[in-house]
C-alpha cells in the first residue's frame, strides 16, 4: 500500500482521484480550501484523510 496525496480532493476530478485510489487500497491524503462540506462527504465515503490548505499559501502547504 503507498500514499498518496491530492490537491482539489473534495469535487470534481480530484474526488473522482480520491475514490480511485481509496478503492485500489491507498491511503490516501486530499487537499481542500473551502468546501468543507463536499470534503467531509468524499472522507466518509472513502476512508480518505481530508487536509483544509490553500495551496497557494507555500506555508500553509509546508504545515500540511
Given at each position: ?6 490537491t ?21 491524503f ?16 472513502t476512508g ?6 490553500d495551496?497557494?499559501d507555500?506555508s ?5
Amino acid at each position: 500500500m503507498s500514499t498518496v496525496v491530492i490537491t482539489g480532493g473534495s469535487r470534481g476530478i480530484g474526488a473522482a482521484a480520491v475514490r480511485l485510489f481509496a478503492n485500489r487500497g491507498h491511503r490516501v491524503f486530499f487537499l481542500y480550501e473551502k468546501d468543507h462540506q463536499s470534503a467531509a462527504q468524499v472522507a466518509a465515503q472513502t476512508g480518505a484523510t481530508p487536509i483544509c490548505c490553500d495551496v497557494a499559501d507555500g506555508s500553509a502547504v509546508r504545515e500540511a
